[in-house]
């Protein structure tokens, strides 16, 4: 196991997209911060780890669910006016005596694991070999980073194999990553999970003209109701074959998904969410009302996708015949509900309802997936880091500190705002997402700017936050205390 002075560790950058429309837009502060890095105490041995999500695979405009091509878009993005001075600061970095680079995937970046990305990455910052090696790891097995800070033993985690929605593929995208370094054709994807179907397949339709979508915290029925009011593209087709995958997937990941696992059938996140939001609809007047409602019922009582239509004729027999009755219909019902002018006052006042006591932005309270994130730590372990949720995270569980570094990505954290006191500001609000433009939605103020990241040295281990010329400072109390 290596060990270090001193670590640095950042998570969720998202890098990546169209310019313009990116939710990453920290490019001046992440490169001086990797400067700062790179100069910190020259004479200690320090690391700087990029803990999953450093790029965002999914978040381009013709987006696959893996894309075997992403070399190309690492090189695109390497010569962005935008982005270059982030190649540039690493490229100063690994030529640093004492400084070591650690890449690990997330789960919208897994295309790292691929040689031809890497191999583009280390083209465009210049990654010198010495005698010793290139100072530049990737962690792809989905295990973590684990090293040693002084007498600490710290595990690095990105969080996403602890989410039912977005485990990888790890035995596929082996087999991917193989078949490409030895020329093999053609080469096999790994499966998708239900949260990168859910991107490609209905979320990036939604963010194109709505890009609260990526923004807005917490996640689950707020934004549903959000995404309804605004007449959002929501597919309920899209976010059934989405939590199909999970089904698809059982077995094939790792315990997480096992048969007997008692959060397997409806996980906490999206799919009880998006479940929770629907239960609390009363359909609009004149929808349809009776193999619709029937189906409803079903779907909210967690059956089956083949029981959600009733197969009265004996004609059901596939899921195909379920796509071309069940699905057609909640769709139906879908874009009934978003002809109706939607009511802000209503949706305020429930917005602050759903909101008075959320936990969302305590760093001291961890969501259920950071609490598989430390259950699924091994003995041993002092300090774990992980990100994937997006939202800071700093407590002691037993023995181990927890520090999760959050985003680097646009945040909107309506809560506590001015927009949810009155009907007049609540419209401000609504009129700058609805607009689409991330410069308008960036006037409302309501992006944190934490820009967290985690530091570990032989005296302490601390969320920190990085200024906007990159030196890390105490994090905002606003942060949750």
């Known amino acids: 196991m290596i060990t270090f002075d001193k670590l640095f560790s950042i998570s969720d950058l998202h890098i990546g997209g169209p310019a313009g429309k990116r939710a990453f837009r920290e490019a001046t502060a992440l490169a001086a911060l990797i400067r700062y890095v790179a100069s910190d105490q020259p004479k200690l041995k320090v690391a700087l780890l990029l803990n999953g999500d450093i790029f965002d695979f999914l978040a381009e405009d013709d987006a696959k669910e893996f894309a075997f091509d992403a070399d190309r878009i690492i090189r695109s993005l390497a010569t962005d006016p935008e982005l270059s001075p982030i190649f540039a600061a690493l490229s100063a970095f690994v030529a640093t005596p004492q400084r070591t680079l650690i890449l690990q995937i997330g789960n919208h970046d897994i295309e790292l694991a691929l040689p031809d990305v890497q191999r583009a990455f280390l083209d465009c910052i210049g990654a010198p070999i010495t005698a010793t090696g290139a100072p530049v790891y990737f962690e792809t097995n989905g295990r973590g980073w684990a090293c040693n800070v002084g007498d600490r033993t710290v595990l690095a985690v990105h969080g996403n194999v602890s989410d039912p929605w977005n485990a990888v593929d790890q035995p596929g995208l082996r087999a991917a990553a193989s ?22 397949g209905v979320m990036n339709e939604i963010k194109r003209r709505f890009p609260v979508v990526d923004l807005l915290k917490p996640e689950g029925a707020p934004l549903m109701a959000v995404l309804n009011a605004l007449d959002a593209p929501t597919s309920a087709l899209g976010l059934l074959r989405a939590a199909g995958r999970i089904r698809v997937q059982r077995g094939t990941m790792d315990d997480l998904l096992s048969a007997d696992d008692p959060e397997f059938e409806v996980p906490e996140g999206p799919q009880r969410e998006v479940l929770s939001f629907l239960e609390s609809m009363e359909p609009p007047a004149g929808a349809p009302t009776d193999r619709l409602q029937r189906a409803e019922k079903n779907l909210h009582a967690r059956r089956s996708p083949r029981d959600l239509v009733e197969d009265e004729d004996a004609q059901l027999g596939s899921l195909t015949e379920y796509g071309k009755t069940g699905l057609y219909r909640i769709s139906a019902w879908f874009k009934d509900r978003q002809a109706v002018e939607p009511q802000l006052g209503p949706l305020r006042l429930a ?118 010329l990159g030196i890390p400072v105490e994090f905002p109390v606003e942060g949750g205390s």
């Open 351 to 468: 917005l602050s309802r759903w909101l008075r006591d959320d936990e969302t932005f305590d760093r001291r309270r961890g969501s259920s997936i950071d609490k598989r994130i430390i259950a699924a730590a091994r003995p041993g372990i002092d300090v774990i880091i992980a990100g994937h949720t997006h939202l800071p995270r700093e407590f002691r569980d037993d023995d181990a500190l927890y520090l999760n570094t959050g985003t680097w990505m646009r945040l909107l954290k309506l809560n506590g705002s001015k927009y949810l006191r009155s009907d007049a500001e609540f419209q401000l609000f609504f009129d700058a997402i609805k607009s689409g433009k991330l410069e308008e939605i960036d006037k409302l103020g309501l992006d944190p700017r934490w820009r967290p990241v985690a530091v570990v040295d032989e005296s302490s281990a601390r969320l920190l936050s990085a200024s906007p």
């Open 179 to 200: 078949a490409q370094s030895f020329g093999r054709s053609p080469l096999p994807e790994p499966e998708t999970n239900a949260g990168t179907r859910l991107v490609v």
